[in-house]
């Protein structure tokens, strides 16, 4: 979730009313919650084995603040209930503002690096030099030596060169190396990039609203044999829009599902191809409602064109 879903919710609000003091108080019993429930589901990446949970952050916006103490413990109570939860997986970028400070300060202040999957980008198209001095300065802004995952951002080139990016991995900069895309236009060139470049990870906006990536980029991704993180799992807070007000239909129960976001998540992962999703997060108690989407029942194939068609009716 991210702030600008402040009035499309149709969440559970596990501290509704609780004032600065109360969330505090509050803080310990929401971990304790998230190691309680139990583990959330765990995939594959595809080119190591290493299991990856599903459900992950994305840190866009909301991690982009400076000298807002209630801000930052409000992250720090969120990294707490992922790893508390057993996910791992954050991804930022230096084009996120004050993003990967934020996290780098965080991470630092929990003393949880060993504990998650740190993943940020440097630009695509940038020169040579230019990606080293990215590089340098995530590190320095993460404080972090070696990042779980880099990736080239908002891939558009079909001739694009991502020798740099494997020689990182070579020298352990990183262990992984991916692409990422949030926009439609960009999917002729992913397609060439994948095929040819056989990427490590490979991010992409999808969501049950919008499915291009499905038919389009998802096949590919498991052909060439690439882990896949969705972005973008709301549809920018549009699928929260057009639910609100809505009771969940009754096939929400068989998925496990209790909100709309888990409805939306358990959609996204239970497709084979993907990975991972991010949504962003900024809450303590939306953190324990994604978590949710990863334990339990997930939808079959059958389930998911009942999903689907749910959702095209609603136009």
Not at 89 to 105: F, H, M, Q, R
Not at 111 to 125: G, H, I, N, S, Y
Request: glycine fraction near 6%.
């Amino acid at each position: 979730m991210t702030a600008f879903d402040l009035d499309a919710l149709s969440r559970r609000n596990l501290i509704a009313g609780a004032g600065a003091a109360g969330l505090a108080a509050t803080l310990p019993s929401l971990a304790s919650a998230a190691a309680a429930a139990g583990p959330i589901l765990t995939k594959p990446i595809p080119v190591s084995g290493e299991r990856m949970p599903v459900i992950g952050i994305g840190t866009a916006i909301i991690f982009d603040f400076q000298n807002d103490p209630a801000k930052l413990a409000e992250r720090k109570a969120v990294v707490t209930n992922m790893v508390a939860g057993g996910a791992k997986l954050i991804d930022t970028a230096p084009s996120y503002g004050n993003a990967e400070v934020i996290v780098g300060e965080v991470v630092a202040d929990l003393k949880v690096r060993d504990k998650l999957f740190l993943a940020t980008k440097v630009p695509a198209q940038a020169a040579r030099d230019t990606k080293e001095a990215s590089l340098a300065a995530s590190q320095q802004r993460m404080r972090t030596d070696r990042f779980d995952l880099m990736q080239a951002w908002n891939v558009s080139d079909a001739n694009l060169d991502l020798t740099q990016l494997r020689e990182w991995k070579a020298a352990g900069k990183c262990r992984y190396w991916g692409i990422t895309s949030s926009f439609d236009t960009a999917y002729p060139a992913l397609i060439q990039v994948l095929r040819r470049e056989r990427p490590d990870f490979f991010q992409i906006n999808y969501s049950l609203g919008d499915r291009d990536a499905e038919a389009q980029l998802l096949p590919v991704a498991q052909e060439v044999g690439c882990a896949v993180l969705t972005n973008l799992p709301f549809g920018r807070n549009s699928l929260f829009a057009k639910t609100r007000g809505m009771a969940l239909p009754g096939w929400a129960a068989e998925i496990g599902a209790t909100s709309w976001a888990q409805v939306f998540l358990k959609f996204l992962v239970s497709h084979p191809a993907v990975t991972a999703v991010i949504p962003g997060t900024d809450k303590p108690e939306y953190m324990l409602d994604n978590l949710a989407a990863g334990r339990g029942p997930m939808p079959d194939a059958a389930m998911r064109r009942r999903m689907v068609e749910w959702w095209t009716s609603l136009a």
